[in-house]
């Protein structure tokens, strides 16, 4: 069984600035997917970025970027120049990649409550 | 494209009643997720459907629960009778069977009183 595990319940950060939001898995699969997910106060689900497991690139969409260490088993999120509206809870989760579409379903972590403040 | 649509967004019953929720994936994704998100479990699958066939129902709490996918393009989740502690945010999400991503549903939101 997979498992995620997202260790910061809590973050903070000012307007403009930063912030990396940390994400640490276990499988012993070689192919999946890792997703970002963020849920805003509306409880919508929105999906942020998304990476392949066998693409070493680390994949990015305008203002966030993953740092992806399959050796470590570590997706952690950064988001640059942070706006009002990151004000979110981000899900990290995984997914297996297999042609016979078992395990088609998303793992989540717990969640990180993130606050951006003006 | 709109995307995933559930219905309804809000539901507040009594204790004891049935629950319908519905659920219309997008047009083309032929696997379909349903999740339950509480405070004190977080999100958790409840079952998925690939082709409209049941594949894992291993997540659904007890006998209450039952969930059907008729066709590609609809699907119910149905609770009867309710209870209290089945209040809680029931998202509905849909995929390709290739692509693997999976987009939510804006989640019905389920109060038992």
């Known amino acids: 069984a997979q498992t995620v595990t997202q260790s910061q319940p809590e973050m903070s950060v000012q307007e403009a600035e930063t912030v990396t939001l940390s994400c640490t898995y276990d499988?012993?699969?070689?192919?999946?997917?890792l997703f970002w997910y963020k849920q805003p106060p509306s409880r919508q689900m929105i999906l942020v970025i998304r990476?392949?497991?066998?693409?070493?690139q680390n994949a990015t969409e305008n203002r966030f970027s993953v740092n992806f260490q399959k050796a470590a088993k570590s997706f952690s999120l950064k988001i640059s120049d942070s706006q009002l509206g990151d004000t979110a809870m981000y899900f990290c989760?995984?997914?297996?990649?297999?042609?016979?579409?078992?395990?088609?379903?998303?793992?989540f972590g717990g969640g990180t409550r993130l606050m951006v403040k003006p | 494209d709109a995307g995933v649509i559930q219905s309804p967004r809000h539901e507040v019953t009594e204790m004891g009643q049935e629950v319908t929720l519905r659920c219309k994936p997008i047009?083309?994704?032929?696997?379909l997720f349903w999740y339950r998100q509480t405070m004190m479990r977080g999100l958790e699958l409840l079952i998925y459907?690939?082709?409209?066939?049941?594949?894992?129902d291993s997540g659904m709490p007890e006998d209450r629960f039952s969930a059907k996918m008729p066709n590609a393009s609809f699907s119910t989740l149905k609770i009867q009778p309710s209870e209290p502690r089945d209040s809680a945010v029931y998202f509905c999400?849909?995929?390709?069977?290739?692509?693997?991503?999976?987009?939510f549903g804006p989640g019905t939101r389920l109060l038992v009183l």
């Open positions: 999400a849909s995929s390709s069977l290739e692509g693997g991503t999976q987009y």
């Open positions: 499988t012993s699969e070689n192919n999946y997917y």
């Open positions: 990476q392949e497991a066998y693409k070493q």
């Open positions: 989760a995984f997914k297996l990649s297999r042609p016979d579409n078992a395990g088609n379903m998303l793992t």
């Open positions: 047009s083309g994704h032929n696997s």
């Open positions: 459907f690939n082709n409209n066939v049941p594949i894992d």
